[in-house]
């Protein structure tokens, strides 16, 4: 179906979405059901191929209702799909029994954005941190509290042995999302997806964690799905990234391909609209009519021809596929050439 | 060009009484707001911009109470308004735009209602007619579209939701909005559409705008002026194309090192600023800034310094700046 499966195989995949779709029936009433007959479907993820390479920084962005974090939660399993196949280190997760999911999932761990609503308030943050080994690593308890102590100091807590013994109240935010990457990283996963994980961290905040986050993705082989809202945070963590626009891809390329020379119209109008610190760098380009439509019922053709200022006849019928239209860089657009 | 001056805010204190003692969010902090201007005001959570902002309508809830200061609104203290004149104030003279508007919006009202509310608590002779005829100019005016008038919150996007709250702060003609981070929960695309409308609106209305966020790219999207602040004390206004090219303040600089920037023509490493801000209850003494300051001075840990004009229009709280100032007054 789309054109990144037919990529040469003898890449390491650590991570492949293969079509994957995520409807969500709406809940309706009993009379609904008997009456209409009819259950509609949210489509939040409507076919989609991702290929993440071992060790990559592979960043998902769009706006709200795009479908990133239910991509997200597909790929490690927390959301069964609709219809496609999720693939781990050469494993089908549909294959795998309830008990098998759930000790794969030491090798893929989670960071979400509010550590406050991650960490349990009534546990000190080391027997947090502590919780991943006691389930997946139980024989080795004698060692648990030097390996808490020790992915504390990597993430920069330190002293840690101060650290451990306190509530989640009694730290700041940045130093709270400290916790929930040493929570994420003390099983030693090999994918960690991290679902706007420094969204709620001030400026001057914020370029610690991602820094912090640079290097521990290369101390422990780390391979990022990194989502995101925001354009130029991605920037400083991703190496790829998949523009997202109502459940389908719109771009995949490296960001620097994606960020100078956008190819999808709703990439450069994505890029557009975000602002640059710079006052003398205003945005003269005009904003796409219109928002984003209801998900339930996309548009036809093509989601955005609606709003795109290139759309025409083609584009409102037949839906475009992800075309790779320069070496690794991937545009689902009729029109691509021409803007 | 010799601005006027909409409001002048003069060693104005909020402080917040606690069990663990006595917070200063906001510590002594004067500075102007012109007619017509964007005012960007900035900082990282708990600088006090927010409580900043609700002080300017004397919004501040005990256990919260401004500690000092005027607020001089078009020649008149309004710290001296009774309540029936500081009402009457709120929404005719200076209106608030929030962040979230599905809280701020009456979810069993309809958007013209909203509007007619609005208009019939401050100009209560007015027909309801007149005031559904002047409800409809603003919806035209800000683009939301007849059919929605008719709308519930609950049935409009977040955009259009900001859209009606910003409609609301401006049907009474006032002179100042208040926008606390009026568009933060929205997305990207949905927030440059607002931004470009209240562009448009200061430039149609001649309105003054503050611009309360912690998005610093932003202000400098839109903001005339900038002003920093950085635990409850203002560190640095001045003009936004003068603050940007060379901020003076070492937290200024700090910060606008560490912001993202999508261009890839810029430094590829951002700063990061040592340390977190501090706590409030017990804030650093002198300069509130100095632990993480890379520029700190003995003296910085002792004595606060004043905010001191470096520029016409551009003042700076630092030491730095200071320091000569000091040396040829003792002289």
């Known amino acids: 179906m789309s054109g990144m499966d037919d990529r040469k195989t003898n890449e390491d995949f650590i991570l492949e979405l293969q079509n994957i779709k995520k409807y969500f029936p709406i809940q309706k009433t009993l009379l609904d059901q008997i009456f209409v007959g009819r259950i509609d479907y949210v489509r939040a993820v409507d076919d989609i191929s991702i290929n993440v390479r071992r060790g990559e920084a592979f960043g998902l962005a769009g706006e709200s209702g795009s479908g990133k974090t239910t991509i997200g939660r597909l790929s490690i399993g927390l959301e069964e799909l609709t219809e496609g196949k999720v693939i781990f280190n050469g494993t089908d997760l549909a294959s795998l029994k309830k008990e098998e999911l759930r000790k794969l999932r030491q090798k893929m761990q989670v960071i979400f954005q509010d550590p406050m609503a991650s960490l349990n308030p ?100 780390l391979t990022y799905l990194f989502i995101t809202h925001d354009l130029a945070t991605a920037k400083y963590i991703c190496d790829r990234i998949g523009i ?96 | 060009m010799e601005k006027e001056k909409l409001v002048k805010i003069r060693d104005l204190s909020v402080s917040y009484q606690t069990r663990i003692g006595t917070v200063s969010a906001v510590d002594h902090v004067s500075f102007d707001i012109y007619k017509g201007e964007i005012l960007g005001l900035v900082g990282e959570s708990g600088c006090g911009k927010s409580t900043f902002g609700k002080a300017l309508l004397r919004m501040i809830d005990p ?120 568009t933060t929960s929205l997305d990207v695309i949905v927030e440059a559409k607002l931004a470009d409308q209240l562009r448009e609106i200061r430039n149609d209305f001649g309105v003054s705008l503050l611009l309360i966020t912690h998005n610093i790219a932003l202000v400098a999207e839109m903001a005339d002026r900038i002003a920093v602040m950085y635990a409850g004390h203002l560190v640095e206004i001045g003009d936004i194309y003068k603050v940007f090219e060379k901020p003076k303040h070492p937290y200024t600089q700090g910060l606008l090192a560490s912001v993202p920037n999508i261009r890839f023509d810029t430094k590829e490493q951002l700063y990061k600023m040592p340390g977190e801000p501090p706590n409030l209850t017990h804030p650093p003494l002198g300069c509130r800034f100095h632990p993480r300051c890379p520029h700190a001075l003995p003296i910085c840990s002792q004595r606060e310094p004043s905010l001191l004009e470096i520029e016409a229009g551009w003042s700076v709280q630092c030491w730095l700046y200071q320091k000569q100032s000091n040396e040829e007054r003792s002289d």
């Open chain 1, 122 to 221: 009534r546990m000190t943050l080391g027997t947090s941190v502590m919780q991943g080994l006691l389930i997946h690593y139980p024989e080795k308890a004698d060692q648990h509290r030097d390996m808490v102590v020790s992915i504390f100091e990597k993430v920069g807590l330190t002293p840690a042995n101060f650290y451990i013994n306190k509530y989640p109240h009694q730290i700041s935010g940045g130093q709270r999302q400290r916790v929930v990457i040493a929570r994420a990283l003390i099983t030693r996963p090999d994918l960690v997806l991290a679902d706007e994980p420094v969204a709620m961290a001030d400026v001057s905040v914020r370029a610690l964690l991602l820094d912090l986050m640079v290097q521990l993705k290369k101390e422990f082989n």
């Open chain 1, 244 to 339: 997202l626009y109502l459940g389908k891809l719109a771009e995949v390329a490296t960001v620097q391909e994606v960020y100078q020379k956008p190819m999808h119209p709703y990439t450069k109008a994505l890029l557009a609209a975000v602002p640059v610190p710079n006052p003398r760098k205003r945005r003269t380009e005009p904003m796409p009519e219109g928002e984003i439509p209801n998900p339930i019922n996309p548009p036809s053709g093509c989601r955005f021809h609606p709003r795109c200022p290139l759309a025409s006849e083609e584009c409102s019928m037949i839906e475009p596929k992800l075309e790779e239209l320069e070496p690794g860089h991937f545009v689902a657009c009729h029109h691509a050439q021409l803007g």
């Open chain 2, 63 to 182: 256990p919260g109470e401004i500690s000092s200061g005027e607020i001089i609104f078009n020649g008149e203290n309004i710290m001296e308004y009774d309540y029936d004149r500081l009402r009457d104030f709120r929404g005719r003279r200076a209106s608030m735009i929030f962040q979230d508007p599905m809280t701020s919006l009456n979810p069993v009202q309809r958007v013209d209602e909203h509007l007619i509310e609005t208009i019939q608590v401050h100009e209560p002779r007015t027909k309801q007619n007149l005031a559904l005829q002047r409800s409809k100019v603003m919806i035209e005016r800000l683009g939301i579209g007849m059919e929605r008038l008719l709308s519930y919150p609950h049935q409009l996007s977040g955009g259009m939701r900001q859209r009606v709250m910003t409609g609301i702060g401006l049907i009474l003609n006032a002179d100042l909005i208040i926008a606390d981070e009026a």
